[in-house]
């Protein structure tokens, strides 16, 4: 019922920046926590930033201070924002977040496909 696709990820050079946009659509009642993880070749999906619907965030160590996450609850759309990249952020960026739908009403949670993003050096 629920698709969450990634989009905005791309080949970027150390240093530059990217937005990446986390859509939701189905018959949406609301998106309680939603986070951004990525996942290198060989290595386990990381958890890097989570806002809640209050809209408090956290981030992970790695990426505090460049990454910033944000939403837009009327267009059930959720950002991140990454500057000053770095080689080491290359990787599979994922979207999750827990949906309340209707019709069914269901609560669940729910992956995107993920978006490549590849730093240069």
């Known amino acids: 019922q629920v698709q969450l696709v990634e989009s905005g990820g791309g080949l970027v050079q150390a240093g530059g920046s990217l937005r990446l946009s986390c859509v939701a659509s189905?018959?949406?009642?609301?998106?309680?926590?939603v986070g951004w993880y990525r996942q290198a070749p060989g290595k386990q999906r990381e958890p890097l930033a989570g806002?809640?619907?209050?809209?408090?965030?956290n981030y992970a160590d790695s990426v505090k201070g460049r990454f910033t996450i944000s939403r837009d609850n009327a267009k059930n759309t959720v950002y991140l924002q990454m500057n000053s990249l770095k080689p080491e952020d290359t990787a599979i960026y994922y979207c999750n977040a827990d949906v309340q739908t209707i019709a069914p009403l269901r609560f669940a949670n729910y992956w995107g496909q993920g978006t490549q993003v590849t730093v240069s050096s």
């Open positions: 189905g018959r949406i009642v609301s998106m309680n926590v």
């Open positions: 806002i809640t619907s209050g809209g408090g965030t």
